[in-house]
């Protein structure tokens, strides 16, 4: 249930594996339509082994940032930069270097390999995509089914159930007040901030190129605290600044998780940092992806201004499947990469 990156994963993994077409796969999604937020997405070599197996290779290969080979390759030049005169720290290299890829391009790619009626991809595990379909609650039937009930959709059942709802996940919070002794779980319901606050824009190389053409950004992939690397086939550059407060690990966060905030806000965020680094968040840049032939499942994405992200973890949790109820990716433990 959700089709996020987990759950459009798994029907297409179901889909890939079923020689012998066993499962026909219900996703449902919560939204009137697939949308994502932020905009990159990081790939190691061992992940896309698995996307290789999954039948991905040959439409994510055009997307990515580099050849998917094992060559050794910088993955982060590391760099002291807060501060007026920031100096190189070392380059982080490794075999195969790491893939980048815009979210949206990802998250498309999954959606043109669902086995849904009527598309060409080859079919074992037929699958529905449910849109506006908002779990609140399962239950096990007598007739050992398990029943979903939706807001304002009518009731329907499945065999297995797999919550690939997010952090926010509503299965989680059912799955875990129904374990045997679910008051060693109150603490994994609800996630917790981790104390970090995400600073992401998406930069245009063009306009960087004219404003400080020597910026080492356009041929370097990364800076400390600061990620920079290139998505959409290099046209832009996702940045996320990061600001931690160590002390404020685990305390409620109080408004939005993620908001549209100034460029003012985010320069003075990281005021004193070195020039090169101001210069690199003082670009603006306004993107619209719409794509087209995916009716009515379209991505959408507007960034006229810097995003700020609360980032939230879960409590690191022992148990994720319990009779036929399965947690997947977010709704299990968060993976955010800091
Ligand atoms: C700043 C940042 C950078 C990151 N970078 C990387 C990276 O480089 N590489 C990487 O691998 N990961 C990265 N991650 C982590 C990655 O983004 C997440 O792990 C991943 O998106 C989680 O996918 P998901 O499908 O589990 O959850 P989600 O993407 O949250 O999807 C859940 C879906 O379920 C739907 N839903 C929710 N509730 C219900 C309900 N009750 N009924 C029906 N549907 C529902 C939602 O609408 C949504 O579509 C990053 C995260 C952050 C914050």
């Known amino acids: 249930r959700g089709a996020g990156i987990a759950g459009l994963a798994l029907a297409v993994a179901l889909n890939a594996f079923d020689d012998e077409q066993k499962f026909a796969v219900d996703l449902y999604e919560a939204a009137s339509e697939l949308s994502e937020t932020g905009a990159g997405i990081n790939v190691w070599p061992r992940i896309w082994q698995c996307l290789k197996e999954i039948g991905l290779e040959e439409t994510l290969i055009p997307l990515l940032d580099h050849y998917p080979d094992l060559e050794p390759r910088i ?14 720290i070392t380059d982080a290299m490794k075999e195969g270097g790491i893939l980048s890829i815009h979210r949206a391009d990802f998250q498309r790619s999954f959606i043109e390999h669902l086995p849904l009626l009527g598309s060409n991809v080859k079919m074992s595990s037929i699958c529905n995509l449910h849109l506006s379909h908002r779990l609140i609650n399962y239950d096990f039937t007598a007739t050992g089914h398990i029943s979903l ?13 797999v919550g690939a709802d997010g952090i926010k ?12 002794n679910p008051e060693k779980y109150e603490m994994f319901l609800d996630p917790v901030w981790s104390g970090s606050m995400a600073y992401r824009e998406l930069v245009d190389k063009n306009e960087l190129k004219k404003i400080d053409p020597g910026h080492r950004a356009l041929d370097h992939p990364g800076l400390m605290h600061c990620v920079v690397y290139p998505v959409s086939g290099g046209k832009f550059m996702n940045v996320v600044a990061m600001a931690h407060d160590k002390s404020k690990k685990g305390a409620a966060w109080e408004g939005l998780w993620n908001q549209e905030v100034t460029q003012e806000e985010f320069l003075e965020k990281f005021k004193g940092w070195e020039d090169e680094f101001q210069a690199l968040i003082r670009v603006r840049s306004c993107i619209s ?3 087209k032939n995916i009716r009515p499942y379209v991505l959408r994405q507007c960034i006229p201004q810097p995003t700020r992200w609360a980032l939230h973890d879960l409590n690191h949790l022992d148990v994720f499947a319990n009779r036929r ?7 299990v433990g968060s993976f955010h990469v800091y």
């Open 75 to 88: 993955v982060f030049e590391m760099r002291k930069a807060d501060q007026e005169n920031g100096f190189k």
């Open 149 to 161: 009930s939706f807001v304002d959709k009518p009731i329907t059942t499945c065999d297995i159930l």
């Open 169 to 180: 996940s509503t299965v989680r919070r059912l799955f875990l007040t129904r374990l045997p």
């Open 325 to 331: 109820v399965f947690l997947l990716g977010d709704s």
């Open 289 to 291: 992806v719409h794509i």
